[in-house]
């Protein structure tokens, strides 16, 4: 999510607060994502770029209950998941984990927490969910969705680096990886080899870096590939994925570290810089998810980024 109004992803964020201050209608319309059978008991619900769900999410169901990974964007279309989780299984929604605190994962935290959840995430994710967000916000910035983004259901169960979920004998493993935004949890299921990335993994759609470290990211994803190695990888953004996909996406970041810092040894900066690596960008990911939307700033952010004058999510303190 960033805050430009141009931002595909950042005029869906506003219109979900908006909507989400109104009474729901019906649950979400099918077009807002499409669920796919992904493991054992495991389903990851894709998102349309178009629709209100923003995010994508999934669940696992376990011996004693289910997990769900994010919320979506907007409520509706997460209580059409719950009503779909409904539909396979009685046992209860015990917890949710959200990736990281952007609001395209997080809005539909109300839903689930009514429904019973537990919500779980990094430390940071509690502490910016609140804050951090208002910069997702198209102006103008009203009263109403102030308020919307100041009453979002904070999670509470925090950690600092893993924690270890039991669904019965089933066990969830949650852990934090730097790189997007400093507070990004990976949800892997070891018995079904599945992993649940959140925002540190872009199929085939170029990432926001609002937030992001890109050094840190690309390190993040060579753990991860060493980590969970030939498993089914839904991330954030875009189809379930595998390990090639993690490598494309994490030569997009390296790439793109490395072009910025050779047009800065140039002397370029600025719009300069954007237009000068602009076109060999789109000449690779062009037909990428949403190019028009972030990659010049994806270029302008990793130039402060190396310069070291991008401002990141202050440190909450312990």
Not at 89 to 94: A, S, W
Not at 159 to 168: A, C, F, K, N, P
Not at 252 to 279: I, M, N, Q, W
């Amino acid at each position: 999510m960033i805050p430009q109004l141009s931002s595909k992803l950042a005029r869906n964020s506003a219109l979900a607060v908006l909507l989400a201050l109104a009474a729901w209608p019906l649950p979400g319309a099918a077009p807002d994502y499409r669920l796919e059978k992904i493991g054992d008991r495991i389903w990851a619900a894709i998102v349309s770029d178009e629709g209100l769900a923003g995010g994508n999410t999934g669940f696992v169901i376990g011996d004693d209950g289910v997990l769900v990974i994010d919320t979506f964007q907007d409520p509706r279309p997460a209580k059409a998941m719950l009503a779909e989780i409904r539909r396979l299984t009685p046992l209860p929604i015990r917890f949710v984990v959200n990736t990281h605190y952007h609001l395209d994962h997080v809005n539909g935290n109300d839903v689930f927490a009514a429904a019973g959840a537990t919500i779980v995430a990094h430390r940071n994710v509690r502490a910016w969910m609140r804050t951090e967000n208002m910069k997702m916000l198209d102006p103008p910035v009203t009263p109403e969705k102030k308020a919307r983004v100041q009453s979002l259901t904070l999670p509470t169960v925090v950690h600092d680096s893993y924690v270890d979920l039991y669904l019965g004998s089933r066990r969830i493993n949650v852990r934090y990886y730097p790189g997007h935004t400093g507070g990004d949890s990976v949800v892997s299921i070891p018995d079904a080899h599945v992993v649940f990335c959140g925002d540190m993994l872009w199929k085939e759609h170029v990432p926001n870096l609002i937030d992001a470290s890109t050094k840190a990211w690309v390190e993040s994803l060579e753990a991860m590939q060493k980590d969970y190695g030939p498993s089914t990888w839904v991330p954030g953004h875009g189809g379930v994925a595998n390990a090639q996909d993690v490598l494309t996406f994490r030569k997009y970041l390296a790439d793109l570290r490395t072009k910025v810092r050779l047009e800065e040894a140039a002397g370029k900066s600025g719009d300069g810089l954007v237009k000068g690596l602009l076109p060999g960008l789109q000449s690779t990911y062009g037909k990428w998810g949403f190019f028009s939307d972030y990659a010049a700033l994806d270029i302008a952010q990793t130039a402060q980024e190396l310069l070291g004058t991008k401002r990141l999510p202050p440190n909450p303190q312990p």
